[in-house]
């Protein structure tokens, strides 16, 4: 997949560095999340705190966009341990599309690999679905792992219930 380096300087965090620059500094794995409601939301921001210290270790730079505003995003991180890192606020999914990342069908939303995902979760993280959906329930995540302003490896979701590998994006750093 090829992003114009010119959208990707234009894509900023909340901190004002552009998802360009950071990535000419080092790796960054640039995490498209769904909506905070979202049972797999969460089980995706569980996920990257408790790896945040590897993925540090091994120079490999977290930026998670979401739907939400700065504030409430950073509620959301905070609960998770990972409100230090940096994120970009897109609430008309504008950089997801960018990325390629599209709306769900019925059956990547509401399909039965989405259910038994959701119940797997549910007993064995404690982790509910909210009750209040904050961002687009139609949006798909995906997660990229840019370098120099290029993707290097992808995983995008074919099922919201998808879970993607991070130590494979971990590897993939070792190999050039």
Request: with cysteine; net charge neutral.
């Amino acid at each position: 997949m090829v992003i114009n380096r010119q959208n990707l300087s234009l894509i900023k965090t909340n901190r004002g560095n552009s998802i360009s620059d950071l990535s000419d500094q080092s790796p960054v794995l640039l995490v498209f999340l769904r909506h905070f409601g979202c049972v797999f939301c969460k089980e995706s921001l569980h996920d990257i705190s408790k790896k945040k210290e590897k993925f540090v270790s091994e120079g490999i730079k977290i930026v998670l966009v979401h739907m939400s505003d700065i504030k409430t995003a950073e509620s959301y991180f905070k609960k998770y341990g990972i409100d230090n890192v940096e994120h970009v606020s897109d609430p008309e999914c504008k950089y997801y599309a960018v990325f390629g990342l599209v709306k769900g069908s019925f059956s990547q939303l509401f399909g039965l690999k989405t259910w038994l995902r959701g119940f797997e979760i549910a007993a064995t993280k404690q982790v509910l679905p909210g009750t209040t959906r904050i961002g687009d329930g139609f949006q798909m995540p995906g997660i990229f792992l840019l370098k120099d302003s290029n993707v290097i490896e992808s995983f995008i979701h074919n099922s919201v219930a998808d879970k993607p590998d991070y130590e494979s994006f971990i590897d993939v750093c070792h190999l050039d």
